[in-house]
């Protein structure tokens, strides 16, 4: 089930046709439809579309964090066996 939502949250752009700060006035508060998966927002901005980017970001913050303490543990890892 991981790898389905990592792929849908990483190629979104490509197959997902409203952007994530498009406003549509039409469809301020409308519920989950076909044009509008998970509906929309107060502003008339698609749920889904937020959702999907709302993921790609939290991805993009977890692999930073951790490429940043595998560099930290290989150095303190690296130290240590000097020392």
Known sequence: IFV??????STYSLWWPF???????RAINKG???IHWLGSDGVG????A????GGRI???VA?????ISIV????VGAVASFG
């Open 19 to 25: 952007s994530p700060n498009a406003i549509d006035l």
């Open 4 to 9: 389905p939502i990592l792929l849908a949250v």
């Open 45 to 48: 901005r698609d749920v889904m």
């Open 58 to 60: 939290s991805l993009l």
């Open 72 to 75: 930290i543990g290989f150095l």
């Open 32 to 34: 989950p439809s076909a």
């Open 63 to 67: 692999v930073c964090s951790v490429a």
């Open 50 to 53: 937020r959702l999907l980017q």
